[in-house]
């Protein structure tokens, strides 16, 4: 089964870096290579906002305003493991980060839409002041 696995949350001072990572299981490279993958946050009581989303095919990156400048998203070669490198962390950064990947390369219109076809579940990124 296709399967998505963060890792790297936890508790980091504000204007401090992070980095996650998601692997991508059940899927051949090759397949896995083509999908488009994103990183959407959630906070309690608030509804899940896309964050970054790339395509591997096509070299399509789009960030959220609100982190533009601040993280990059990447992947391996093989495409199968997301990265997002968190920079200058601040309060409102705190959430729940959660992967996510679909069978085709990023809507250029909407690439933050609910969607994804497949879920990871989810680390938890604090930033503290």
């Known amino acids: 089964q296709v399967r998505l696995s963060e890792s790297g949350g936890g508790s980091v001072q504000a204007g401090e870096s992070l980095t996650l990572s998601c692997e991508l299981s059940g899927v051949s490279a090759n397949i896995g290579s083509s999908y488009c993958m994103a990183w959407f946050r959630q906070v309690a009581g608030k509804e899940r906002e896309g964050v970054a989303a790339?395509?591997?095919?096509?070299?399509?990156?789009s960030y959220a305003d609100s982190v533009k400048g601040r993280f990059t998203i990447s992947r391996d070669n093989n495409g199968n493991t997301l990265f997002l490198q968190m920079d200058s962390l601040k309060d409102e950064d705190s959430a729940v980060y959660y992967c996510a990947a679909e069978r085709t390369h990023c809507s250029r219109r909407d690439p933050f839409h609910l969607g994804f076809d497949f879920w990871g579940q989810g680390t938890q990124v604090t930033v503290l002041s």
């Open positions: 790339i395509s591997s095919d096509d070299g399509f990156i």
